[in-house]
């Protein structure tokens, strides 16, 4: 990363800030810094206990602080806690000074990842109807982010050189078709995954396609139909 900016990514508990970040910053080679993590070692208690003990009042103040004097770093990446960027102090500065990345999933995927959390305050008692409400709450603030993901190129030719060299190095009887859906649901739906691949294989004839989608997937997993 040319930019002595810092890398920062924002979004819902559960959008995976942390495990990416960490990611990045090793793929890049600078800081990883987890806002979440320094407030617990600051407070010397996790989120749950600050929310528990102290309130939330007492953990975004203590947030906000910690938040600007992290980016007050040069070149590293940060991970914000769920609520940071909704924090008017928080967001200027991000958006003033600094990269800013929404990590933006499926509103289920979301749900089914923190409903019930303990280590979410918010969500540890909350019904799917409350999350969804901070979700739809938070989502046009996030939404001001400098990135955003994108949908995914709809062109065979995009994937056409990856896809001829997985051609090339596992062939016909290696390759078995999958996707992430309904993950991946922000960047392309599972209609537009399956049409793309059929578009690739169908040129390699009707016995390729059904190895690719379901034959070697049986053998694999040894789902052959017992002989009668």
Same mark, same amino acid.
């Given at each position: 990363? *040319?930019? +002595?900016?810092?890398?920062?990514?924002?979004?819902?508990?559960?959008?995976?800030?942390?495990?990416?970040?960490?990611?990045?910053?090793?793929?890049?080679?600078?800081?990883?810094?987890?806002?979440?993590?320094?407030?617990?070692?600051?407070?010397?208690?996790?989120?749950?206990?600050?929310?528990?003990? +102290?309130?939330?009042?007492? =953990?975004?103040?203590?947030?906000?602080?910690?938040?600007?004097? /992290?980016?007050?770093?040069?070149?590293?990446?940060?991970?914000?806690?769920?609520?940071? =960027?909704? +924090?008017?102090?928080?967001?200027?500065?991000?958006?003033? *000074?600094? =990269?800013?990345?929404?990590?933006?999933?499926?509103?289920?995927?979301?749900?089914?990842?923190?409903?019930?959390?303990?280590?979410?305050?918010?969500?540890?008692?909350?019904?799917?109807?409350?999350?969804?409400?901070?979700? *739809?709450?938070?989502? *046009?603030?996030?939404?001001?982010?400098?990135?955003?993901?994108?949908?995914?190129?709809?062109?065979?030719?995009?994937?056409?050189?990856?896809?001829?060299?997985?051609?090339?190095?596992?062939?016909?009887?290696?390759?078995?078709?999958?996707?992430?859906?309904?993950?991946?649901?922000?960047?392309?739906?599972?209609?537009?995954?399956?049409?793309?691949? /059929?578009?690739?294989?169908?040129?390699?004839?009707?016995?390729?396609?059904?190895?690719?989608?379901?034959?070697?997937?049986?053998?694999?997993?040894?789902?052959?139909?017992?002989?009668?």
């Amino acid at each position: 990363m *040319n930019s +002595n900016k810092n890398l920062v990514f924002l979004g819902m508990m559960g959008s995976g800030k942390s495990a990416i970040g960490a990611m990045v910053s090793k793929k890049l080679n600078i800081p990883f810094i987890d806002i979440d993590n320094l407030i617990e070692e600051h407070a010397g208690m996790s989120v749950s206990e600050i929310f528990e003990v +102290n309130g939330e009042g007492y =953990f975004r103040n203590l947030e906000e602080k910690i938040t600007i004097k /992290s980016l007050k770093h040069k070149k590293v990446v940060v991970s914000l806690g769920g609520g940071g =960027f909704v +924090n008017d102090k928080i967001r200027k500065d991000i958006l003033t *000074n600094h =990269f800013s990345f929404w990590l933006n999933w499926d509103d289920l995927v979301l749900i089914k990842r923190i409903k019930g959390s303990k280590k979410r305050p918010l969500a540890s008692k909350s019904t799917e109807q409350k999350i969804k409400a901070i979700i *739809n709450k938070r989502k *046009n603030i996030y939404s001001k982010a400098n990135l955003k993901q994108q949908p995914a190129p709809m062109e065979v030719a995009f994937y056409k050189e990856v896809l001829d060299l997985a051609w090339g190095c596992y062939g016909e009887d290696r390759l078995v078709f999958g996707s992430d859906w309904p993950v991946t649901r922000t960047s392309g739906d599972y209609a537009s995954v399956l049409k793309l691949t /059929s578009a690739y294989f169908e040129s390699k004839g009707n016995g390729v396609m059904a190895k690719l989608f379901y034959k070697n997937a049986e053998g694999f997993y040894g789902l052959d139909k017992p002989s009668l």
